[in-house]
């Protein structure tokens, strides 16, 4: 969204209105918790500015970007000036606007090093000239250009990990998943931690389609894992899945790697039932028996010792068949007896119309705090084995 300001005599003037530029309302700059826009940018670079106008100089014009290949990610500034600076001026432009950041985020993250200094850059003389030519040359209208304020280039920042510091509330990038190109993203996978390592596991690729009307389209389901580990900074290939399979339950019991449900296929509108079992000592993944349902969009959870496959949209394999299902579909889980070597389906668990979006085991209870819709929606939800639907615990903050 653009922001203009109109100034003309009353709903229908003589003469058409005169339009004025001011900025776009949309967040351009964020590497952490920060999130500035760009008229929180237009104030910085003017404050910096000034500098350079004491020095008898002149800002041409500006643009910028937020760097996250490098670490710690920091805020990248390009300046075209008229007239000659001498670097300590620059220096001082600098520093003067990295101070001038009023945003909460960003100030608690540089206090915390988890944003670097703002650098400054200087690009030669004619370079946002160049910058017009070329967008106007590929049938852009000179009276509709506007220097564009964010030279980020598309970084995949869906397909990185990133890590949070409870200390000091803040993430920070760590690593990027590998093997995704430019404009292609990871969907629909799990995560899972042992020791040391985490799994990226399974998932659907999809690729962006820049000037479509349809954003993405997906490619492939995967079955590869990978492996990172955070002591050593380095990625591993793992034994691939048996099956391929996206939005699917996972969880870890007794170092060892659940997956059940999900998706074998992008254009099956079904859920799956199978399920395996992944031994990191040996490399390899086993098969277990298959849930007693189809089912997709379904949370994981180890509680209680037992692997839980929860929620999900889940349907019998023979549609037709008689009984309450209907009813309970979306409320049951399946619980894994690993004594017995199967799952054992328990209906009206979390009686919740929409599948949750995450589950976690803690002081004997389960919560969840959104849906497959709603990651948020407001507040959490507790059960704890004998009440048969989640309780609402804390309103939104």
Not at 151 to 168: D, R
Not at 258 to 271: D, E, F, S
Request: net charge neutral.
């Amino acid at each position: 969204m653009q922001i203009r300001r109109c100034s003309g005599s009353g709903w229908f003037p003589q003469r058409d209105p005169k339009l004025n530029f001011i900025c776009r309302r949309k967040l351009i700059l964020t590497v952490n918790i920060d999130k500035n826009t760009e008229k929180d940018l237009q104030q910085v670079v003017e404050r910096g500015s000034q500098l350079l106008n004491k020095a008898r100089a002149e800002l041409v014009d500006f643009t910028s970007h937020a760097d996250v290949v490098n670490q710690p990610g920091h805020y990248v500034i390009y300046w075209e000036i008229k007239g000659e600076v001498e670097e300590g001026v620059l220096r001082e432009c600098c520093r003067e606007m990295d101070a001038s950041f009023v945003d909460h985020g960003y100030v608690v993250s540089r206090k915390a090093h988890s944003i670097g200094p703002l650098e400054l850059c200087i690009v030669e003389r004619g370079t946002f000239k160049k910058i017009l030519d070329y967008f106007v040359g590929n049938g852009a209208a000179l009276s509709q250009f506007k220097t564009p304020r964010d030279a980020s280039p598309n970084t995949n920042m869906s397909n990185w990990i990133e890590c949070y510091s409870p200390s000091i509330n803040a993430w920070r990038h760590v690593t990027r998943i590998p093997g995704l190109i430019e404009n292609h993203t990871l969907k629909g996978f799990s995560m899972a931690s042992i020791d040391d390592s985490i799994y990226i596991i399974g998932g659907r690729l999809s690729h962006k389609l820049p000037g479509h009307v349809q954003d993405e389209v997906d490619l492939e389901v995967q079955s590869s894992v990978l492996r990172y580990n955070v002591r050593d900074n380095k990625w591993h290939k793992c034994a691939s899945l048996s099956t391929p399979r996206f939005d699917f339950a996972c969880s870890v019991s007794d170092n060892k790697i659940y997956v059940a449900g999900g998706k074998c296929a992008l254009t099956c509108p079904r859920g799956i039932s199978s399920a395996e079992v992944y031994d990191p000592a040996l490399d390899e993944w086993k098969a277990l028996p298959n849930i007693s349902t189809l089912r997709y969009k379904c949370v994981g959870v180890t509680w209680q010792g037992k692997i839980h496959v929860v929620g999900g949209f889940a349907e019998r394999g023979n549609s037709n068949a008689e009984g309450p299902w209907h009813i309970l579909e979306r409320c049951s889980a399946e619980v894994y007896d690993s004594e017995h070597d199967r799952w054992n389906l328990m209906l009206g668990m979390w009686q919740l119309d929409v599948p949750p979006n995450q589950i976690v085991a803690m002081s004997g209870n389960l919560f969840s705090s959104g849906d497959c819709l709603n990651a948020w929606k407001g507040h959490i939800e507790a059960y704890d084995g004998n009440l048969i639907c989640g309780m609402k615990l804390m309103d939104h903050i």
